[in-house]
């Protein structure tokens, strides 16, 4: 498709368990953004990947986090021991440039949402 | 600490007004800003941006107006359309300094268009 995809849009979990969502980018789009967007919350910053490497993940909350992104295309969120604060809604947006100025709006996916039972 | 806050969690404007979405934002850093439009079961949709070298940028129905001296932007719609009805979020970031990469939103708000 034309926009971002993002899989699975629905995933209920049990506390502890492990968890992966998959993020398809816009084709050609070397920027991968991951976002977290809790109730009543605007979106908020997790990892930015530019080609294959994560440029910068200071939004990632602790190291039960991490994201990949081996061929500069789809990435992977996974969070190992879930925790039932990790419940939100998990975004996915790509960019056709690195950084977020003039010319570097992001393209969200409609986003996976995470609950943890 | 909300570097970027919106007020007003929810507006009511009646369609052919204006309506009237207000940020304040508190990163002196921050030279970048945009709008962000997001109807349920939907990822949020770029709208329109205004960099800290102006204080207006218009697009269509959509200005963006921006104080820099208050650290205050607004978002304009005129006339507003019930299809205009969804949570506006105002992002800010850093965009000529080492934090370009990222986008910090505020907690939106819900703007609805009545007939």
């Known amino acids: 498709g034309a926009g971002v995809s993002q899989t699975p849009s629905n995933k209920v979990t049990e506390k502890g368990k492990y968890v992966e969502l998959r993020c398809d980018p816009i084709s050609g789009h070397t920027a991968l953004y991951w976002y977290r967007q809790s109730l009543g919350q605007g979106p908020e910053f997790l990892i930015y990947f530019q080609g294959t490497g994560a440029a910068d993940d200071s939004g990632l909350p602790n190291d039960r986090f991490f994201a990949v992104r081996p061929e500069g295309s789809v990435s992977t969120l996974k969070i190992q021991r879930t925790e039932r604060g990790d419940s939100a809604v998990y975004l996915c947006?790509?960019?056709?440039?690195?950084?977020?100025?003039?010319?570097?709006?992001?393209?969200f996916g409609e986003g996976s949402r995470l609950t943890v039972l | 600490d909300q570097q970027v806050k919106q007020n007003s969690p929810s507006l009511s404007v009646q369609e052919g007004r204006i309506s009237i979405l207000n940020c304040d934002y508190t990163?002196?850093?921050?030279?970048?800003f945009l709008w962000y439009k997001k109807y349920p079961a939907e990822g949020p949709t770029f709208l329109i941006s205004i960099s800290s070298i102006k204080d207006k940028n218009e697009d269509g129905r959509f200005t963006v107006f921006l104080n820099k001296s208050a650290k205050h932007l607004s978002l304009h719609i005129v006339p507003s359309q019930p299809g205009d009805s969804a949570v506006y979020f105002c992002a800010a970031s850093a965009a000529n300094t080492g934090t370009a990469s990222k986008l910090t939103f505020g907690t939106g708000t819900r703007l609805q268009v009545t007939l």
């Open positions: 947006a790509s960019s056709s440039r690195p950084g977020t100025g003039i010319g570097g709006e992001l393209f």
């Open positions: 990163n002196s850093m921050f030279d970048y």
